[in-house]
């Protein structure tokens, strides 16, 4: 079993739509949970950061983590076309020092 | 404040050959971690320098090595280029070591293997 799994989509929406991204993660003892968001030929960007169960809101973003259920979420209200990029989550321990990505969620918001 | 920034951008090796590929971390951070992007995957964890050592390696053999310098900037060596090398090098600087931090990237380094 992967540490973190990712449906990689693709995910199409039309402009306004509510997305909801999803990963799911086998080890318990990971507690710092993030999404990146990664535009073709650019590095991931850091979007949302939190320290375990609950729910972080940055604008159009909302952050949710489920320990109980190893489930974390990125929602995005009112989509936009410029919101279609790739979107990873990434997981990571007190103890380690790596991040664990899935492989990605490829989003296209059509106008 | 400066990002990440990492060169170069593009880099066409043929096998056997060696690389260096060159980071220099955000201003005020102090830890420079390397991963590996493949086509259509996550990054994967090389290995993450802090206070000029290694402090945690991922799966990759020894002919990856790296170095991080007083200045916080760091180099990636891979050495005996295989095709299965091809990839989307980032590095990823971050405050105080560990994988907890937030981690910013820079836009990576293309490595093409012919």
């Known amino acids: 079993q992967k540490e973190v799994e990712q449906d990689p989509g693709p995910l199409s929406v039309p402009e306004g739509a509510i997305v909801s991204l999803n990963c799911t993660y086998s080890?318990?003892?990971?507690?710092?949970f993030m999404w990146y968001r990664q535009y073709s030929r650019k590095g991931p960007e850091l979007l949302m950061y939190?320290?375990?169960?609950g729910n972080k809101e940055d604008g159009r973003f909302t952050a949710q983590v489920d320990k109980s259920s190893k489930y974390i979420s990125l929602f995005i209200r009112d989509s936009q076309p410029s919101d279609s990029a790739t979107y990873l989550c990434?997981?990571?321990?007190?103890?380690?020092?790596?991040?664990?990505f899935g492989k990605g969620t490829t989003l296209s918001v059509s106008s | 404040e400066t990002g990440v920034t990492q060169s170069p951008t593009h880099l066409i090796k043929t096998r056997g050959q060696q690389v260096t590929l060159r980071c220099s971390s955000q201003?005020?951070?102090?830890?420079v971690s390397w991963y590996q992007q493949a086509l259509g995957q996550g990054p994967q964890f090389i290995f993450q320098?802090?206070?000029?050592?290694e402090n945690g390696r991922g799966n990759f053999p020894p002919r990856f090595s790296g170095l991080q310098f007083p200045n916080y900037s760091s180099e990636l060596n891979v050495n005996a280029l295989e095709l299965d090398d091809s990839a989307l090098y980032l590095c990823?600087?971050?405050w105080g070591g560990g994988g907890n931090q937030p981690q910013h990237f820079g836009d990576g380094t293309r490595l093409s293997i012919l």
């Open positions: 939190t320290y375990s169960s």
């Open positions: 080890n318990s003892a990971f507690q710092y």
């Open positions: 201003s005020g951070h102090n830890t």
């Open positions: 320098y802090y206070r000029e050592e």
């Open positions: 990434a997981i990571a321990s007190q103890a380690g020092t790596a991040l664990i």
């Open positions: 990823a600087s971050s």
